[in-house]
């Protein structure tokens, strides 16, 4: 056991020195600000927004062209499932049997990954950015009677708030990690699919899932 709390000490040691590393920017004379770990890298813009949450009346709200789909799974009990035919959900679900998310609310758009997965070599910890972009590179989630939200595929993990604070606000980010334990709470994996579309957090029902649009109401 001493043994087990040593080496779980040493990861601890080797993770905080890593991301002591990587809090490390250098600036360069032309104004362009780079990492020192990795100076071929430096700060930018991403394309798209990321994917936060807003208030439930927002302009910037998301509304889910497939939200019937995801309203049956969480009203089905999961034994049922089974039962269902998957020709039923062809046009809403791709060959990982998830329901793509898709935007009516941004046409031609989707929940996309806005980066590959990150893992760390220290826990068992990996997890993926998450924002507005072509639907071509739509993301698929499944749903279920729990309220829990987890995707399917190549993102995989379950959406969480990328803070540890709650009650949830405006403004937090959210991404897909695969972290089971990384709140106390587990409420704050739990996700309402409501009857316009939306989804918001089962903690907090007056937001919704959206991104930040600069100029734009929260």
């Known amino acids: 056991k001493n043994e087990d709390v040593q080496t779980e000490d040493e990861q601890m040691i080797r993770y905080n020195q890593s991301l002591k590393s990587a809090q490390s920017f250098s600036i360069a004379p032309d104004g362009i600000i780079y990492s020192t770990v990795v100076p071929h890298l430096c700060l930018g813009i991403s394309p798209y927004p ?36 998957k020709s039923q959900l062809k046009k809403q679900c791709n060959a990982d049997d998830g329901i793509i998310l898709e ?29 507005l972009g072509p639907v071509k590179n739509a993301i698929t989630a499944k749903t279920n009677e729990k309220k829990e939200f987890s995707f399917t595929g190549k993102v995989g993990g379950k959406l969480w708030p990328a803070t540890s604070k709650t009650p949830l606000e405006i403004g937090d980010w959210l991404i897909s990690s695969t972290v089971v334990d990384l709140f106390s709470n587990s409420e704050v994996t739990k996700y309402i699919v409501n009857e316009n579309g939306t989804i918001s957090p089962m903690m907090s029902p007056h937001i919704v899932l959206g991104f930040q649009v600069p100029g734009r109401k929260l």
């Not at 609310?105 to 924002?131: A, Q, R």
């Open 50 to 85: 990321l994917l936060i949450l807003v208030s439930i009346d927002s302009p910037c709200r998301a509304i889910f062209q497939n939200f019937s789909e995801l309203r049956k799974s969480q009203e089905m009990p999961i034994e049922k499932k089974s039962n269902i035919e």
């Open 103 to 131: 935007l009516s609310s941004h046409p031609g758009m989707g929940i996309v990954p806005l980066c590959d997965k990150i893992e760390s070599p220290h826990f068992e910890l990996n997890l993926t950015c998450l924002g």
